[in-house]
């Protein structure tokens, strides 16, 4: 059997047990759905021998068990399972496995870009506009950053273009209370949580805010990215080393703050 039907197999395997999830208990949900993530596996792992597949599908496909609800366990595990399906259905229709960036890679692409979200910022609207275009300098002073939904909108419009399956607002439930992730980059199990600093927001409220936070999420790699739009934090290099740290083993915490700059 071809690599490609093994994979095609693959699918319509997930798709039946998708389809009969809704009628299964937890258990024999929780059992049938193992077995196909070991065969799924042995299936990429055959065709790629590659360890970066085998470490992605293992991202998209984890799923958390609720002790106290086995209602959101299967909603979780529904989930995961869609997630395991596109991913595999995705690596079937890529050419080339080189076109993909690998966590590391990935991990670095994400850094730079929030590191220098100001840039865009510059560039694109307090940089002078060329006088054949017909972007104006008034339009573009018309947009400006008023909370963090504006950040996540720019933010998102800088991420997509390389990474296309990243999704907004994406809801999950840690097992203590459900979250929502603000940008989710599923392939990578990278959340980025964006926070926009208020006038009524202290520097100490912005920290304890963002200590509520951090174990209610369930990514491998999360990044805080802070737009300090009022300039509250005194110290960024030492804010920064603060909340960028390993968290617990194979959980690790990012901060990156950006500050309003005039050109």
């Known amino acids: 059997m071809t690599g490609n039907k093994k994979i095609n197999l693959c699918i319509q395997k997930g798709e039946q047990l998708l389809r009969d999830l809704e009628h299964q208990s937890i258990r024999d949900a929780s ?9 799924t596996k042995e299936v990429l792992s055959d065709i790629f021998r590659d360890e970066e597949e085998l470490q992605v599908f293992s ?3 984890n799923y958390m068990i609720n002790k106290f609800s086995s209602i959101q366990t299967k909603d979780s595990l529904r989930d995961s399972l869609k997630r395991g399906i596109q991913y ?9 496995k080189d076109e993909r960036l690998d966590l590391n890679s990935a991990i670095i692409v994400v850094r730079r ?5 100001y840039k865009h910022l510059e560039t694109m ?4 506009v060329h006088r054949s275009g017909t ?16 950040v996540q909108r720019i933010l998102y419009s800088l991420i997509r273009p390389i990474f296309p399956e990243a999704r907004l607002e994406v809801p999950d439930d840690s097992g203590y209370k459900s979250v929502r992730y603000d940008i989710s980059l599923d392939d990578y199990n990278i959340v980025i949580e964006v926070k926009c600093t208020r006038p009524t927001m202290t520097e100490r409220s912005l920290t304890e805010e963002i200590g509520s936070d951090i174990y209610h999420y369930n990514s491998e790699y999360l990044f805080f990215f802070i737009y300090d739009k009022e300039k509250i934090i005194t110290n960024v290099d030492a804010f920064m080393k603060n909340y960028s740290q390993s968290l617990r083993e194979g959980h690790y915490i990012e901060a990156i703050v950006n500050q309003p700059r005039r050109i």
Do not use: C, V
């Open 88 to 96: 595999i259905k995705q690596i079937n229709n890529i050419s080339s």
């Open 113 to 117: 870009i929030l590191q220098n979200f």
């Open 31 to 39: 059992y049938l759905f193992n077995q196909w993530i070991l065969e």
């Open 125 to 128: 609207y307090q940089s002078p």
């Open 59 to 61: 991202y998209r496909t």
């Open 135 to 150: 972007i104006t300098k008034e339009k573009l002073d018309a947009i400006y950053i008023g909370n963090e939904y504006d």
